[in-house]
């Protein structure tokens, strides 16, 4: 069987020179896939735009219509971390159908892996921290909506809290949340998701592995989704600029491995998407997050 990865070109557009959000990473992470024996592991699929209405299940009509419209106020940009262009909108909506056809393939073969997605700030009415539209949740209401599904556990494992994502589904008897996160970390303000883990600064490969282990398999048998949503944020790592954790690149592998393994053995279906991870060193970066696609490979 071949691994579905799921990557558009138009994942990585033009931006400032010195921004912090590394926006070529997810052309990086294509070439360092490609250079690699998993590139012949794997079923290429090009994504779709999301359209409005799959955004409009999770986002309300005043915050697509500026977002979609460019009349975001400065504020709300600033929030955002982005100005806002027309070519911000389309890699966004690419961004977004990567992660739903995701979850479409996952669902047709067991495992299926984005190439970018994890866009877990973004509210019902507003972007934040560089997440404009929650791919999670719009993917997540797409699934439920069209039945293919009855209940979803998202395991969302940034270094951030899905803030967005809980409370988009804090009323939402089908979905799941659970975030393992740094405790002193973005955002702030923290929500309420049904499990959350908050971590010290500090925390290594031993201990966050423990705590995982610990919370992973009960939420399958309690809860037993139909399909899980994974966020493989890297922002995890002990070099990362925005982390202030300390997992390793082996212990990236270790917790990928872990969490789709666990799953597969449970025969419940994973979508995958990369999540955080920000380091200014393009190719450590991309070698990160290509650990969650190499450690899915080892589970064909």
């Known amino acids: 069987m071949l691994l579905p990865l799921i990557h558009h070109s138009g994942y990585t557009i033009e931006m400032p020179p010195r921004h912090p959000f590394p926006m070529a ?37 005043d915050y697509l219509h500026a977002f979609l419209g460019g009349t975001l106020n400065e504020s709300a940009q600033r929030r955002s971390g982005f100005r806002w262009s027309e070519s911000l909108v389309a890699r966004t909506l690419l961004e977004v159908g990567g992660t739903q056809a995701s979850v479409e393939a996952a669902l047709d073969t067991g495992l299926a892996c984005n190439t970018a997605g994890g866009t877990h700030h973004a509210h019902a009415d507003a972007a934040s921290g560089y997440c404009l539209i929650n791919d999670l949740a719009v993917a997540a209401a797409h699934a439920l909506d069209r039945r293919w599904v009855k209940r979803i556990l998202i395991v969302d494992l940034d270094v951030h809290q899905g803030d967005g994502t809980a409370r988009l589904f804090r009323n939402d008897q089908r979905v799941f949340t659970f975030s ?16 959350d883990i908050a971590l010290p600064r500090g925390t290594g490969n031993l201990d966050y592995l423990a705590r ?13 989704p139909d399909l899980v949503l994974y966020d493989a944020g890297v922002d995890v790592h002990a070099d990362d600029r925005l982390g202030h954790l300390a997992l390793c690149d082996d212990g990236l592998f270790a917790r990928d491995h872990y969490v789709l393994g666990t799953c597969r053995d449970a025969h419940i279906p994973v979508a995958a998407v990369i999540g955080g991870g920000y380091d200014r060193d393009l190719e450590a970066l991309a070698n990160r997050h ?3 696609h190499r450690a899915a490979s080892t589970l064909l």
Do not use: Y
């Open 180 to 195: 393992m996160h740094g405790a002193e970390n973005f955002p702030a303000r923290k929500q309420h998701s049904d499990l």
């Open 290 to 292: 290509a650990q969650l």
């Open 212 to 224: 995982l282990r610990a919370s992973l398999p009960p939420l399958l048998v309690q809860f037993a």
């Open 25 to 61: 990473k997810f052309r990086v992470l294509r070439e360092t896939l490609a250079a690699e024996k998993l590139e012949h592991l794997a079923e290429w699929i090009t994504p779709q735009p999301a359209s409005e209405a799959s955004l409009a299940r999770v986002h309300t009509a």
